[in-house]
Structures are given as structure tokens and as C-alpha cells.
């Protein structure tokens, strides 16, 4: 698994504009990604998790079930949204991206300490 860098993908990037706080802000310009292990998944405390619409990534419900992921504060509260990093450009589609992370945002709480 990884952490993505928010300012390298326009969604993300929009969204931090607007002032939503993202994990990785700080990552070297150039990083991307920062791939960590299970084990590691508690280093970035959240109230919200977005993970990847691409095959063969972790769905909510295997998170929620993973003895280290589901340790998380965001996961343990359900507060996972879908991130679609591979839309195909374009209004409509940005804006079905958009969407479905507001979807979670909007509705989420502070689980964090």
C-alpha cells in the first residue's frame, strides 16, 4: 500500500486548495507515492481514508477486516472513500471524481485524537 502525494494529482490537489488536509503535503517534490507495509498503516493518523478505484487494491470492508488496517481511526469509523486516480480527462468525469470523495468528506468526523 502507499500514500499518494496530493499535489501531484489534480483532484487532490484541488481539493487541498480548498483546504482539505492532506497526508503527504510535505512529501518531496518528485514523490508520487510512498509505499509502506501494513505495519506502518498507523504512522498517518486520519479521520478519512481514500483508497484507489484501480484492480486488485484493498476494498473498505478487507480493510476494515485486516488486523492492522482495521486498526486505523478512519477505517475503524468507516470513513473510506474511493479515490479514481485514472479518470479519463474531462469535466464530467473530474466532476464524478470530485463527488465521490465529497461524498465521504462531507459526512465525515474527527475520529483522530
Avoid at 507495509?37 to 485486516?66: C, F, K
Avoid at 473530474?94 to 470523495?101: E, F, G
Wanted: glycine share 8%; proline share 7%; aromatic share 10%.
Amino acid at each position: 500500500c502507499g500514500v499518494a502525494a496530493p499535489r501531484d494529482f489534480d483532484d487532490l490537489a484541488w481539493l487541498a486548495d480548498l483546504g482539505v488536509n492532506f497526508v503527504g503535503l510535505d512529501f518531496p517534490v518528485g514523490a508520487w507515492f510512498e509505499q509502506h507495509s501494513a505495519e506502518q498503516a498507523l504512522a498517518y493518523p486520519a479521520d478519512v481514508v481514500l483508497i484507489s478505484a484501480l484492480a486488485g487494491r484493498l476494498t473498505a470492508a478487507e480493510l476494515q477486516a485486516h488486523p492492522t488496517y482495521g486498526q486505523h481511526p478512519a477505517i475503524q469509523a468507516g470513513q473510506i472513500g474511493q479515490w479514481n486516480q485514472s479518470y479519463i480527462p474531462g469535466y464530467p468525469q473530474l466532476t464524478a471524481t470530485l463527488q465521490t470523495m465529497l461524498d465521504v468528506l462531507k459526512d465525515a468526523e474527527k475520529v483522530t485524537p
